[in-house]
Structure formats: C-alpha cells, structure tokens
Nanobody, 123 residues
Framework: HVQLVESGGGSVQAGGSLTLSCASS????????MAWFRQAPGKEREAVAR?????????YYDDSVKGRFAVSLYKAENTLLLQMTGLKRDDTATYYC????????????????WGQGTQVTVS
C-alpha cells in the first residue's frame, strides 16, 4: 500500500520560493512515475510537473511553471521534491503528490496513489 505525504507548503510573497517534499513508502513497483498536481479553489486539478525513469530521469513541466519550478526524485530516500521559485499569485493552490506505475495514467490525472495535499499561498 503506497503512502504519500506532502510537506513544505506555506505562505510566501510573490517572487519568493518554496520547496515541497513528498515522502513515499510502501512502493513495490519496479518502475513508476511521479508527479505534482495542484488545484486552486474553483478550478480543476492540473498537472504541474512529472518525472519518470527510463534509463535516466525525464521530466515534464506545464508551460505555466516552466523555468520556475524544478522536480526531482531521490529514489534512495523515497522523496520527491518540487523546488518553486519566482512564485506568482496564480500559483496559489493545494499541491498534491501522485504516483502510478503507468506514466500514461498518471498524465491523465488518474494515478492510483495520492497524497493529502499541502497548501501554497502566494500574496
């Protein structure tokens, strides 16, 4: 049973930085993909960044965060990070960590494992 626990959210002024962490446990898949999603009030959940390993690590970023956010996976520590810089008010949302052995299913937002979310507020 996969468990994901996010941390690192908080309040920050526009232009500031935050780093979110997702601690994972119970992973038994030989390969899997992970991602950060976010959901703002009144809006649909959207994918922010994805990472997967196919010999080396590959990443994908939504255009809205490209160049400002960086996702990394420390498999030995079972930790997924999201380094966020140049934060904007539009980045305000609850951020969720997700994991699935299928990258395609993850990309569609239908991951089998989700964290409880961590709030990021940019003022």
């Amino acid at each position: 049973h996969v468990q994901l626990v996010e941390s690192g959210g908080g309040s920050v002024q526009a232009g500031g930085s935050l780093t979110l962490s997702c601690a994972s446990s119970g992973i038994t898949y030989s390969s899997y993909c992970m991602a950060w999603f976010r959901q703002a009030p009144g809006k649909e959940r959207e994918a922010v960044a994805r990472i997967w390993n196919r010999g080396s690590y590959w990443t994908y970023y939504d255009d809205s965060v490209k160049g400002r956010f960086a996702v990394s996976l420390y498999k030995a520590e079972n930790t997924l990070l999201l380094q966020m810089t140049g934060l904007k008010r539009d980045d305000t949302a609850t951020y969720y960590c997700a994991l699935d052995p299928s990258c395609e299913r993850l990309a569609l937002g239908a991951a089998t494992s989700w964290g409880q979310g961590t709030q990021v507020t940019v003022s």
